[in-house]
């Protein structure tokens, strides 16, 4: 804020009059104490300067004295109406509310029975077969112990899937599968692909127990294979049993024999069960002598766990088929189109011959 100017000052003097009431008459554009001096200036010159108008104070409402003030009439009658209205609906005669039916209660769906036949865990047939391999092995190998309980896990496997796939082959004998059997098939199934995935790798064994584990994955092959066609028979309606997976499962009995330790002079022989079974479907002919050929029938050959396709025009066998001599030949099993099927695959539509030799069955024992 500037210093205030001295009475006599010529800046005020030098004014006019008409600048002299500008300034007074718009005291917000200039200091409040220039606004003064240019009042007394003014007054000194003998003009008068009127106050500024002050603000008009508010017209009075009040009536006249005398006459009473107007009443408002319209609260009051509003309320009374709405204290009539809500009598009215208190007292007004209602009927009795008539009572509401209960409803009557849905009984519960009945509840259709199934029969299923789970599946057994044989945990105490698999204990004491486990037990029983480690006296098949050499004395030396039995000191590893490392490897012994490697061994021991991947027989655990194998005898979990085993003993599953050997009730199934019984149900089958005996006639009691039911819409149950092909999710039961899958169960095992997917016992042995634990087995057989883990035997991709190298767990360093000893030489006894790596052919143990061979005849493991022999009895593999034979189960998963003969689980996957008996469940496609069941689903198509056709025969479960017949004797070739007959004589597959004789050929695991004869393989267990040997990882549980038995001799081989005491062992049963592939085939030897087989012939105190029930009767089965003819889908398969054993024999000594090979099919003869004839052209546009194209089946599949089999030599001794080999797969062989015959000539496409021919039908003739393959080479390796015709140069056995008939003495080299322990038998022949010939598969019908449906039962090589599901065996071998859709290339076996004709069928399949399944040759197995007199040295592949000397090597079997």
Not at 294 to 322: K, M
Not at 341 to 349: E, K, Q, S
């Amino acid at each position: 804020m500037s210093a205030p100017l001295s009475p006599n000052s010529d800046f005020l003097l030098s004014k006019t009059d008409a600048e002299l009431l500008y300034l007074v008459q718009n005291p917000g554009f200039y200091h409040a104490d220039l606004i003064i001096r240019a009042r007394h200036e003014l007054s000194r010159r003998g003009i008068s300067v009127a106050p500024p108008p002050l603000a008009p104070a508010a017209a009075e409402t009040a009536p006249p004295s005398g006459e009473a003030p107007a009443r408002n009439w319209l609260a009051p009658a509003l309320g009374a109406g709405l204290v009539v209205a809500a009598a009215a609906l208190f007292f007004w005669p209602t009927a009795p509310a008539k009572p509401v039916a209960a409803a009557k209660p849905t009984p519960p769906a009945p509840l259709a029975s199934v029969a299923t036949h789970q599946l057994p865990a044989f945990d105490s047939l698999t204990t004491a077969q486990l037990r029983q391999m480690p006296a098949a092995l050499p004395a030396a190998e039995r000191a590893d112990t490392t490897a012994q309980r490697k061994f021991l896990n991947l027989a655990r496997r194998f005898w979990e899937a085993e003993n599953q796939s050997s009730y199934l082959f019984d149900q089958v004998v005996a006639g009691k599968t039911d819409a149950t059997f092909p999710g039961q098939v899958a169960i095992t199934q997917d016992k042995w692909r634990r087995l057989t995935t883990a035997l991709r790798y190298s767990h360093r064994l000893q030489p006894t127990m790596l052919r143990e584990l061979a005849q493991m994955r022999r009895v593999a092959v034979i189960r998963t294979t003969t689980l996957e066609a008996q469940r496609g028979a069941y689903e198509v309606g056709a025969p479960v049993l017949n004797e070739y997976s007959m004589l597959l499962n004789d050929s695991v009995l004869y393989l267990r024999q040997g990882l549980l330790g038995v001799p081989p002079a005491r062992r049963l022989t592939p085939g030897t069960l087989t012939k105190t079974r029930v009767k089965v479907a003819p889908a398969v002919k054993i024999q000594t002598q090979l099919p003869p050929t004839r052209p546009g029938h194209n089946p599949v050959y089999v030599l001794d766990g080999e797969l062989l396709a015959s000539d496409a025009q021919t039908g003739e066998a393959p080479s390796q088929v015709q140069q056995l001599a008939p003495d080299d030949i322990q038998r022949v099993t010939v598969l019908d189109g449906d039962m090589a099927v599901r065996a071998f695959g859709p290339r076996a539509h004709s069928g399949a011959v399944i040759v197995v030799t007199k040295a592949a069955a000397q090597r079997e024992q």
